[in-house]
């Protein structure tokens, strides 16, 4: 077992995230981390406890220790730090979005396939069990053919004022959304081919970008997918710690929820009822038949494992990088769902359909 160092470009609320799951891997030796302002590196060094902080990229990019860059940093930076990670013959994870353009993720694709080197990008459902059980139900043919999902999802205002996310050009499909139609690619098993989007105007004034979208997927296969975000309906987070946060959303005007229907039943995952579920379609003497088959429910303390396992994709990646395995999610597939959200921005903006192969650079 060949242990390594690691680095986290971008020490906030996910790069925390990265640090502790480096921390828990046996694979890695010594935490590195990067943030541009020098005062706050060495704060968040020391916060952190982390083995050194820096702010000159190109000497932790220079240093032949370090095998893995994780990249947590802004939206706008991971093009040119994926890049740079990746040309100095680092493995490299890096949040998702792909960037904020097209051509930012084109540029990290292109990145990838120019050097040969490790890239995943941190499309971390695929790690949370609520999710990942639900793709083994679909493969063992428990519903059928896919033919249709549809994701609700009723968020509370959670950008804050002033942010960088709030007054970021790139929307909220990159930011938040390409997550779940990564998810609804992921079941389909099938290339998207068109995408028609509307935004409805912002509930949120301060917002730089729209804040309402239904976004409607075709898929090659002919199946469709439907995803409905409202951004600012559940009650606010009061964070109260002495308060079972995913309970009191349950009913608060929270919800994501997904239920993916298919030639012979269905699935629903229900983050806020800590819950999954499958139907079963069949031919009765009169008439067809669904009934709910399987019900599997979980706890509080398996919330992030089973719902947002970036801790437990971390610790797996830093795995995979040591035994110098393959990204076990190739970064052309990421690319494929940026693709379907760029092309739910310009249907959005154009208010027509747009078709992936027209904007597929
Ligand atoms: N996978 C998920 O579910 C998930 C959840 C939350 C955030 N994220 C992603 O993680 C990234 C960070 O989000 P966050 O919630 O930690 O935001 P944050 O605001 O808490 O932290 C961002 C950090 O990046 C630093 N930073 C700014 N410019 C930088 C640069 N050029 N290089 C390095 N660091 C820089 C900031 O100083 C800050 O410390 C974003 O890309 C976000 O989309 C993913």
Redesign the pocket.
């Known amino acids: 077992m060949q242990t390594y160092d690691c680095a986290v470009?971008?020490?906030?609320?996910?790069?925390?995230?990265h640090v502790a799951a480096y921390r828990e891997s046996p694979w890695v030796r010594k935490i590195y981390g990067?943030?541009?302002?020098p005062e706050?590196a060495a704060q968040?060094g020391r916060d952190l406890k982390l083995d050194d902080t820096t702010s000159d990229?190109d000497a932790l990019l220079a240093n032949p220790e370090i095998k893995l860059i994780s990249?947590?940093?802004?939206?706008?930076?991971?093009a040119?730090?994926v890049e740079r990670a990746l040309e100095a013959g680092k493995a490299v994870i890096?949040?998702?979005?792909m960037g904020e353009t097209l051509a930012d993720a084109r540029r990290m694709v292109d990145a990838q396939e120019r050097t040969g080197g490790f890239l995943q990008i941190?499309?971390?459902?695929h790690y949370s069990e609520l999710y990942r059980r639900t793709k083994q139900w679909i493969d063992a043919g428990l519903i059928g053919q896919v033919v249709n999902s549809h994701c609700r999802y009723y968020s509370s205002e959670f950008h804050k004022k002033n942010?960088?996310?709030s007054l970021s050009s790139g929307t909220l499909i990159?930011?938040?959304l390409s997550?779940y139609l990564d998810l609804q690619r992921w079941w389909t098993g099938s290339p998207v081919t068109d995408v028609y989007a509307m935004s409805a105007p912002n509930a949120v004034a301060y917002f730089n970008h729209p804040d309402n979208h239904q976004i409607n997927m075709h898929f090659a296969n002919d199946a469709i997918a439907q995803l409905n975000f409202v951004m600012h309906l559940g009650e606010t987070d009061i964070g109260d710690p002495l308060q079972d946060y995913v309970a009191k959303q349950e009913d608060d005007g929270h919800a994501l929820q997904y239920h993916i229907f298919g030639t012979e039943g269905a699935i629903e995952t229900d983050v806020f009822r800590r819950r999954l579920r499958r139907w079963r379609f069949s031919d009765g003497a009169e008439q067809l038949v669904s009934e709910i088959v399987e019900t599997v429910t979980y706890e509080q303390s398996e919330d992030a494992a089973w719902m947002?396992n970036?801790h437990g994709q971390n610790v797996h990646l830093a795995e995979v990088i040591g035994k110098g395995l393959p990204p076990e999610l190739p970064v052309q597939d990421s690319f494929e769902t940026m693709l379907c959200g760029f092309a739910a921005e310009q249907s959005g903006r154009e208010r027509r359909l747009v078709a992936i192969d027209d904007i597929r650079p």
Do not use: V
């Not at 890096?94 to 979005?97: A, H």
């Not at 941190?122 to 459902?125: C, I, N």
């Open positions: 470009l971008g020490l906030g609320a996910m790069g925390r995230t990067y943030e541009p302002d706050r968040l990229l990249i947590a940093s802004i939206n706008t930076a991971h040119e730090q890096c949040e998702k979005p941190g499309f971390e459902l942010s960088w996310r990159g930011e938040k997550h947002h970036t």
